[in-house]
């Protein structure tokens, strides 16, 4: 193969359930031999925060936002079925069950297979996130253009 | 069929089983096969298509009570 093919996602919800999607999507298409970057933006920023760590944002409602909005992939929920956290413990459980790995643990396996991980750097501007509100190997925040830099150049496109 | 290599993955669903056999598949020799064990019945139509985009070889498959085996030959370097 000359030039790998390229695959491009953008991330914007923050569900367990899509951010499954997106990361067996992902890693499949990097053991596919693609070169595959996953663009994160808004809600999708909380699966690639730091589970622990001090709440960033810079100002009162910046700091109330990220309170309340904490992330981190352990904290995700299900987009239905959440049932007050139940369903998304129950979810969690059976794919335990099923040997399926945790959102962490993909997120450990895209970094292994060289998949890039990029935040959206309105978003983190608008919410007050700076590049260490992330996980260890996330890439620096870029924008709109570089995203669609990337699109034109991918075979594959999606918005998760 | 004869392999040179054995991978287990039966009771791992989607997208393990390719994943796995990527990774296997680039420690081993141009032209030695690999056989995969699975039970996700995915595996019939993922291991082919993994197959054709990354130049390997998907060589034969064989179904009994329930575990699928795949060979695949490692063709691309």
Do not use: H
């Amino acid at each position: 193969m000359a030039e790998k093919e390229k695959m491009t996602l953008v991330i914007f919800s923050g569900e367990l359930d899509k951010a499954l999607a997106a990361f067996i999507l992902a890693t499949t298409a990097a053991s596919m031999g693609m070169d595959v970057t996953m663009f994160f933006t808004f809600w999708g920023l909380n699966i690639i925060k730091r589970d622990k760590g001090s709440i960033k944002g810079q100002g009162f409602m910046r700091k109330i936002l990220n309170i309340m909005n904490r992330g981190g992939s352990s904290r995700l929920k299900m987009s239905q079925f959440n049932m007050l956290g139940l369903g998304t413990w129950m979810m969690k459980k059976m794919m335990k069950q099923k040997n399926m790995p945790s959102i962490d643990e993909f997120i450990e396996m895209a970094k292994q297979m060289d998949i890039k991980m990029i935040p959206c750097s309105t978003s983190c501007g608008i919410l007050g996130l700076p590049d260490d509100a992330f996980r260890d190997g996330i890439m620096s925040q870029a924008g709109a253009a570089f995203f669609l830099g990337q699109a034109k150049e991918s075979k594959v496109t999606l918005f998760i | 069929m004869k392999a040179d290599k054995i991978l287990d993955c039966v009771g791992l669903y989607c997208p393990m089983p390719v994943i796995k056999t990527s990774q296997e598949i680039k420690k081993m020799k141009t032209g030695e096969t690999l056989e995969v064990v699975a039970d996700d019945k995915g595996i019939k139509q993922d291991m082919p298509a993994w197959c054709k985009t990354t130049g390997n070889e998907c060589v034969g498959m064989e179904e009994e009570n329930g575990e699928i085996k795949v060979y695949v030959k490692k063709l691309a370097v």
